[in-house]
């Protein structure tokens, strides 16, 4: 099966067909002498695919250094039965991620009023960079970056963020702000800029931002962008990524072993580590905060989470050290600087010192108010970057808590029928289309290292220069930052994750999104093959869907909003070239090999 992608793929079905029924023709003609040995190749196929369960738990084993899953995502990876390499059962609905059916209109009417009236954004209103109001250093720093225009989500929040607000009747200020727009729409941007405008004028540096993501690699990420933007404003970013213990992300925030006081401006931190340092640093408090980000907050918001909410919102709105000065006996507070101290001016010049505004991004927002409850947002407005006639009131079922979900324009997507042998058939979608710099996702871990290895095998054998990498929550930190360089230097062509890799991700160079297992939720989808087509760029997603996935992939995608249709294509065993029916028999059997040989070195 071959898809021209020319930039504008279309797939020619004609030529396909024509294809087709040349090699079923010529199929009859030998069809005496091979038929038995196909048929005899399929049935090996079928045998040799079902590797034992303890030898794929070899596998596992030999997939890499001890399991260190990431804290925060430790319920994404369900640690799944193992499963043969023969077709993987319908992905199990993870119970906290399956998302309640939306019930009848009359659910949205019971929505606060700035829920079910979001202020709605055209997805293409684009702004001069030079016409935001932020300092000029900033507007060069963007321009170095070939940032000369802002987006949709920019150009619609800097202006309510920045009290620039225009005087319409849609725009308050001083609220806290709800935004929800596609993936790779320069949302991070979108906060990060007004708050490192706003921060810019402090006098001395206090923790006055803090920025909860849920993982670890998302820490990393957007405190590279806050150090990229703020470092031409001299403010103090630091990420929490719980790579040091508690005391040495203590002393780093208050400048050293010497306590001078913080240099810190912009935190970013998991909600984890968060809690861990409200619950046992003293010095650590958030009583100068004046931005609370809660970015890819659907995420964040799931049960999974813990409580992380009502931890930080109580110190937020009861900071345990004005709490300590309130209990403390007069004659210990004389040891307390003297209260003249207190008046020093630490806080922002006045028109810019407001009360905390809360922050809240995500591409699939909830719209659950018992979940934005426990955010306790004050005067909110829901700035929604959507396509104007798409009905956020739709009545019919759509994923639970969920709005109206919108796929990036450039983005094009394909749904691949395909049988049972999933791994030659994603091989023989590779390499016919010789698709590059590829992001394949898997549902679990295991299910990542075994087509990981599979497919190295098969390249092996081919001779095939096609490196491929792995990143999963077994891999080690290191392990997983390291096949992302890769990843992003171009040095490995295609990249096996599990969905640690579908949030928030920003690897500029992803062409191609393959779902080798059809996600189990339709905001895993959205995320997933949001990593690509982003900031404008073209992307192709594609998703593999066995017969008995096919029902369950058609009712998640439904509700899409998206500019392109999706397409439909299918690749079967039966239309592989014989050579790679049999490479696929010799790879699973090199495969089964090695596990059973790792076994017994092991014993
Ligand atoms: N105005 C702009 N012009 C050009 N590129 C931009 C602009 N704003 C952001 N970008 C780039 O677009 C890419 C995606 O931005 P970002 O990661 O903020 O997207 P996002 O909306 O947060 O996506 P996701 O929902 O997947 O997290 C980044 O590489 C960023 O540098």
Redesign the pocket.
């Known amino acids: 099966m071959s898809v021209e992608i020319d930039g504008n793929p279309s797939f020619d079905d004609k030529s396909a067909k024509n294809k087709k029924l040349k090699k079923r023709k010529r199929k009859d003609e030998e069809k005496n002498s091979e038929s038995d040995a196909a048929t005899s190749t399929i049935e090996r196929l079928k045998k040799s695919a079902s590797l034992s369960q303890a030898a794929q738990q070899e596998i596992k084993k030999k997939s890499g250094n001890e399991p260190e899953t990431d804290v925060e995502m430790q319920d994404v990876e369900q640690n799944m039965p193992l499963h043969d390499l023969t077709p993987i059962p319908q992905p199990d609905i993870d119970e906290h991620l399956e998302e309640k059916s939306f019930s009848t209109p009359s659910v949205v009417s019971s929505l606060p009023k700035w829920l079910s009236q979001p202020i709605l954004v055209d997805p293409t209103t684009?702004i001069e960079?030079a016409s935001l109001n932020i300092d000029s250093k900033l507007v060069e720093k963007?321009n170095n970056?070939?940032?000369?225009?802002?987006?949709a989500?920019?150009s619609s929040a800097l202006p309510l963020l920045l009290n620039e607000g225009r005087d319409g009747p849609n725009y308050t200020y001083g609220g806290d702000l709800c935004v929800s727009?596609?993936?790779?729409?320069?949302?991070?941007?979108?906060y990060v800029l007004p708050i490192v405008q706003c921060l810019s004028r402090r006098i001395v540096p206090r923790v006055r931002c803090v920025v909860i993501v849920p993982t670890r690699e998302l820490t990393i990420?957007v405190t590279r962008?806050f150090e990229t933007i703020g470092s031409c404003m001299g403010l103090g970013v630091c990420g929490w990524t719980g790579q040091k213990n508690l005391q040495q992300e203590q002393y780093q925030m208050l400048g050293g072993l010497d306590g001078s006081g913080s240099t810190v401006d912009i935190l970013v931190t998991t909600p984890g580590r968060l809690v861990d340092h409200i619950q046992n640093d003293n010095t650590f408090t958030l009583q100068h905060l004046r931005y609370l980000v809660i970015?890819?907050a659907d995420r964040l918001l799931d049960q999974s989470f813990q409580s992380w909410a009502d931890v930080v919102m109580t110190e937020i709105d009861h900071p345990k050290c004005l709490q300590m000065m309130d209990n403390e006996t007069s004659s210990q507070k004389q040891n307390v600087a003297p209260y003249f101290l207190s008046s020093l001016p630490t806080a922002l010049p006045h028109h810019l010192d407001s009360p905390l505004q809360k922050l809240v991004?995500?591409?699939t927002m909830t719209r659950d108010p018992s979940k934005v409850a426990t955010l306790r947002l004050r005067d909110p407005r829901l700035l929604l970057v959507q396509s104007e006639g798409v009905d956020i009131d739709d009545g019919e079922e759509i994923e639970g808590d969920a709005i109206i979900f919108s796929v990036p324009p450039t983005l094009k997507e394909y749904r691949v029928s395909v049988s049972a042998e999933k791994p030659i058939l994603l091989h023989q979608l590779i390499h016919s289309n010789n698709l590059n710099n590829v992001l394949c996702f898997v549902k679990s871990n295991e299910g990542a290292a075994r087509l990981h290895r599979l497919l190295e095998i098969i390249n092996g054998i081919e001779g095939k220069n096609y490196p491929c990498g792995l990143v999963s929550g077994n891999l080690s930190r290191d392990e997983r930052k390291k096949m992302l360089n890769g990843f992003a230097s171009g040095e490995l062509k295609l990249l096996v994750c599990s969905d640690l890799m579908a949030?928030?991700?920003?690897v500029?160079n992803i062409e191609h999104v393959i779902n080798y297992d059809p996600p189990s939720s339709l905001r895993r989808y959205v995320?997933r093959i949001?990593?690509t087509a982003?900031?404008?760029r073209n992307g192709y997603a594609w998703t593999l869907v066995q017969d008995h996935e096919g029902h369950h992939f058609s009712k998640l995608v439904k509700h899409l909003g998206r500019t392109l249709p999706l397409q439909r294509l299918s690749l079967h065993l039966k239309d592989l070239p014989e050579e790679n029916v049999e490479l696929y028999d010799n790879a699973l059997n090199t495969l089964r090999t090695e596990v059973y040989e790792s076994r017994k070195s092991s014993k």
Do not use: C, M, W, Y
């Open positions: 684009t960079v963007l970056q070939n940032i000369t225009r802002g987006f989500v920019q727009a596609a993936t790779g729409s320069g949302k991070t941007l979108a990420q962008t970015d890819e991004f995500s591409a949030r928030g991700i920003d500029a995320h949001g990593r982003r900031a404008g």
